[in-house]
């Protein structure tokens, strides 16, 4: 006669969990409550009812010092028609798109060759990384400075080469890729960190066998590095993004949004709507807008992501 363990027994993974396991994992799942309350009430303090009143207001004309009544979608509305709101989004997509992509390209080949071994090489590393530990606010300064049409540094190189002096951030047509200047000084560093950790984690043979099978440097990154580095470069746009569109310190404390709008950015116009003309309403209608916009560039580079397969591409299981 042939017993069936499995009837018999019950499996592992198969049978009901006995009274006692039950009440042991309510138990423990109890223990967990202390520890996780506090969180959840931090969490709903600085996020939650923040974004509901920002919502509560957005929908309502209210000034400080003056009305307080409701709108409804009117703030919305008048969104539309704002030509200034409309020349905002136009300078933080130019600016982001660009302050993601010079810092990738720069950080990238800094990656490539402070990834080769020469002499000194942990102490150029050291100083390579220097810019992005400074403070925004003392970058603006020295900044500021470089930038003067007349005593600023950057006008004097020109000049040593026969370029006419610039007008920089004090000129309209120069603002943008000037404040995008110090945004890829600042940040190309951490696009290099990034793609160093990628390129020490890729395995000596597959170079091996291509210099066997007689490729050169370009047909080795092409087929080998780029595909590696992929995830990694990935990281590096989603970071470098998230801290491009929410760009204020530098923005503000070089040009202020100036020369007159030439500079000014979706989160340099709403500060100026809430806490310069102190209209609290309309300005929270800007920040959800703009929240609006983050989540859907957001949602667009994972869609890009899952579509690329950059993990298979990179060998990822």
Same mark, same amino acid.
């Given at each position: 006669?042939?017993?069936?363990?499995?009837?018999?027994?019950?499996?592992?993974?198969?049978?009901?969990?006995?009274?006692?396991?039950?009440?042991?994992?309510?138990?423990?799942?109890?223990?967990?409550?202390?520890?996780?309350?506090?969180?959840?009430?931090?969490?709903?303090?600085?996020?939650?009812?923040?974004?509901?009143?920002?919502?509560?207001?957005?929908?309502?004309?209210?000034?400080?010092?003056?009305?307080?009544?409701?709108?409804?979608?009117?703030?919305?509305?008048?969104?539309?028609?704002?030509?200034?709101?409309?020349?905002?989004?136009?300078?933080? %997509?130019? #600016?982001?798109?660009?302050?993601?992509?010079?810092?990738?390209?720069?950080?990238?080949?800094?990656?490539?060759?402070?990834?080769?071994?020469?002499?000194?090489?942990?102490?150029?590393?050291?100083?390579?990384?220097?810019?992005?530990?400074?403070?925004?606010?003392?970058?603006?300064?020295?900044?500021?400075?470089?930038?003067?049409?007349?005593?600023?540094?950057?006008? #004097? %190189?020109?000049?040593?080469?026969?370029?006419?002096?610039?007008?920089?951030?004090?000129?309209?047509?120069?603002?943008?890729?000037?404040?995008?200047?110090?945004?890829?000084?600042?940040?190309?560093?951490?696009?290099?960190?990034?793609?160093?950790?990628?390129?020490?984690?890729?395995?000596?043979?597959?170079?091996?066998?291509?210099?066997?099978?007689?490729?050169?440097?370009?047909?080795?990154?092409?087929?080998?590095?780029?595909?590696?580095?992929?995830?990694?470069?990935?990281?590096?746009?989603?970071?470098?993004?998230?801290?491009?569109?929410?760009?204020?310190?530098?923005?503000?404390?070089?040009?202020?949004?100036?020369?007159?709008?030439?500079?000014?950015?979706?989160?340099?116009?709403?500060?100026?709507?809430?806490?310069?003309?102190?209209?609290?309403? #309309?300005?929270?209608?800007?920040?959800?807008?703009?929240?609006? %916009?983050?989540?859907?560039?957001?949602?667009?580079?994972?869609?890009?992501?899952?579509?690329?397969?950059?993990?298979?591409?990179?060998?990822?299981?």
């Amino acid at each position: 006669m042939t017993i069936d363990l499995h009837a018999e027994f019950g499996s592992a993974a198969g049978r009901p969990a006995l009274p006692k396991e039950r009440s042991h994992k309510r138990l423990r799942s109890r223990r967990f409550w202390p520890f996780l309350v506090p969180a959840l009430i931090v969490l709903t303090a600085i996020t939650v009812v923040p974004w509901a009143f920002t919502l509560w207001m957005s929908v309502r004309e209210f000034t400080v010092g003056g009305t307080n009544e409701f709108v409804g979608l009117a703030n919305y509305a008048r969104l539309l028609v704002d030509a200034r709101f409309s020349e905002a989004i136009w300078h933080t %997509l130019f #600016y982001t798109f660009l302050s993601v992509l010079l810092p990738l390209i720069f950080g990238t080949l800094a990656a490539l060759v402070l990834h080769r071994e020469f002499p000194l090489r942990g102490l150029v590393r050291g100083i390579f990384v220097l810019p992005m530990m400074a403070t925004p606010v003392a970058i603006a300064l020295v900044w500021t400075m470089m930038f003067h049409p007349q005593l600023g540094v950057l006008n #004097y %190189l020109l000049s040593l080469v026969g370029i006419e002096p610039q007008g920089w951030v004090f000129h309209p047509a120069t603002v943008i890729p000037s404040l995008i200047l110090v945004e890829t000084w600042q940040w190309t560093p951490l696009v290099a960190l990034i793609v160093l950790g990628g390129l020490a984690v890729i395995p000596r043979e597959p170079y091996e066998s291509a210099e066997i099978d007689g490729a050169g440097a370009w047909m080795k990154f092409r087929y080998i590095t780029w595909p590696m580095i992929l995830p990694f470069l990935m990281i590096a746009v989603i970071i470098r993004m998230i801290d491009a569109l929410k760009s204020f310190d530098i923005i503000y404390a070089i040009t202020q949004g100036g020369p007159g709008t030439a500079s000014e950015t979706i989160n340099i116009y709403l500060y100026s709507v809430a806490f310069s003309y102190y209209n609290i309403g #309309y300005g929270s209608a800007i920040a959800v807008v703009f929240f609006v %916009l983050v989540v859907a560039i957001s949602l667009a580079m994972l869609v890009l992501r899952q579509k690329l397969h950059w993990n298979e591409m990179a060998g990822a299981p």
